[in-house]
């Protein structure tokens, strides 16, 4: 049924509705956006938040264990480019569900810095949001790969995808500090940016294909996603100390070989300096950046 454009006869405002555009949002007006949503989800009471956090956290799971299994048997088979691009594009399931289905993602959650440069909401609400969401998305990420290894997924293939967790935990394990920070910031001004589109979007087409390319473009570049890590390290860590001796048998493996696959690690060496890169790639590099662009002048 088709919606009139006139007001019914006496309506309070009676008068022509303007018709609904299908035209993508300008730079300016996802800048006005971005700090709508900024306050909306800095405001959103504290329950909410952490729900939708764990249901972000396990989206960006089934992401990272759709990659994992792509990038199982892959290595020498296809050239590594390739293997990299296929990766990133279906990891990028991930933040399709979260932009389209609804959720709290960190990483996202940074570009909340636009409404509190605005001064739309305070220092505590923001810190509020991103600690809730955190801990939220640890929650759902901690949960979704428990189950998928309780499924034995990690078997399926001979064992490839066990081993391709491994390798990608491993490398993870081995990145420098200085490093991991940079590879946050790239990764997560990436993130950020395919947000950013997806607020321009006035269909659920659009919004996938806002966030597919520049998803895609951070998992093949190698950057580094916190909540991402919070996936691949646990399955790693989880694989080599409980996997199956069938599993073992199967791949030819030794655990013995991947020494630095450890909850420290994880937690020190990668999800810390990933989380400080991640927050100056999206609050800094995308967020005070378009606000300095868009809203600053504006606002003087």
């Known amino acids: ?62 992401g990272a264990a759709f990659a994992t299994t792509a990038a199982a ?22 933040l399709v569900l979260v932009v389209v289905a609804g959720a709290e993602l960190f990483t996202g959650n940074n570009l909340i810095v636009m409404a509190w440069a605005e001064r739309r909401v305070s220092t505590r609400l923001v810190l509020r949001n991103w600690s809730l969401v955190f801990v939220g998305n640890l929650a759902g990420a901690l949960a979704t790969v428990a189950l998928v290894f309780a499924a034995g997924q990690y078997e399926f293939g001979g064992g490839e995808v066990g081993a391709s967790a491994l390798a990608i935990a491993d490398a993870k394990s081995q990145l420098g500090f200085v490093q991991a920070i940079a590879l946050g910031a790239l990764c997560n001004a990436l993130v950020c940016l395919a947000v950013w589109l997806s607020y321009s979007a006035r269909s659920v ?12 473009a951070f998992v093949a570049l190698g950057f580094e996603h916190s909540v991402a ?72």
Not at 47 to 60: C, E, H, K, Q, S
Not at 76 to 93: E, I, K
Not at 264 to 278: E, K
Request: no cysteine; aromatic share 8%.
């Open 1 to 62: 049924m088709t919606l009139p454009l006139e007001a019914p006869a006496g309506a309070e405002g009676a008068g022509p509705r303007p018709a609904p555009s299908l035209d993508a949002l300008l730079p300016p007006q996802i800048a006005a956006k971005a700090v709508d949503v900024g306050v909306a989800k800095a405001r959103l009471h504290a329950f909410g938040t952490l729900a939708l956090a764990v249901l972000a956290g396990a989206f960006i799971g089934l």
């Open 73 to 94: 048997g892959a290595a020498g088979a296809l050239p590594f480019g390739v293997t990299r691009v296929l990766v990133g594009l279906v990891f990028s399931l991930g």
């Open 205 to 216: 087409t659009d919004k996938v294909l806002a966030v597919v390319f520049p998803i895609t």
């Open 229 to 300: 890590n919070m996936n691949f390290l646990p399955m790693g860590i989880l694989v080599r100390d409980h996997g199956s001796a069938e599993f073992w048998a199967q791949t030819g493996l030794d655990p013995g070989d991947y020494p630095d696959i450890s909850w420290g690690d994880a937690l020190l060496a990668n999800l810390l300096p990933v989380t400080i890169g991640n927050v100056i790639g999206g609050s800094v590099m995308v967020g005070l950046v378009y606000w300095t662009v868009y809203l600053r002048r504006a606002r003087s």
